[in-house]
């Protein structure tokens, strides 16, 4: 909602992610992986080609915390 609102305020045309941050997010979720049950041997339609889970894997409340504040640092905000 607050990506809507800073679109709406005329903040922005077009909102990208930069790729440094798409990285980190990656890597930190790739960290996160361990010990969950999708690293265990499971065999389901989350895995990639090379067996790597492609989820989130903390709870949805952290999910819902961390979608509710974007860092707008992480984006390229652009005009038309």
Known sequence: MKC???YMEGVF???????EA????????HEALPGTI???GCQSWYL???GVPLL???????YAKEMSQP???????KKA
Do not use: A, M
Request: aromatic share 22%.
């Open 22 to 29: 798409v990285d980190d997010f990656y890597k930190t979720v």
């Open 13 to 19: 045309d077009y909102i990208e992610p930069k790729q």
């Open 56 to 62: 989130w894997p903390w709870s949805p409340q952290r």
């Open 4 to 6: 809507i609102q800073k």
């Open 71 to 77: 860092d707008f640092n992480n984006y390229h905000l």
């Open 38 to 40: 999708w690293t265990t």
């Open 48 to 50: 990639d080609d090379n």
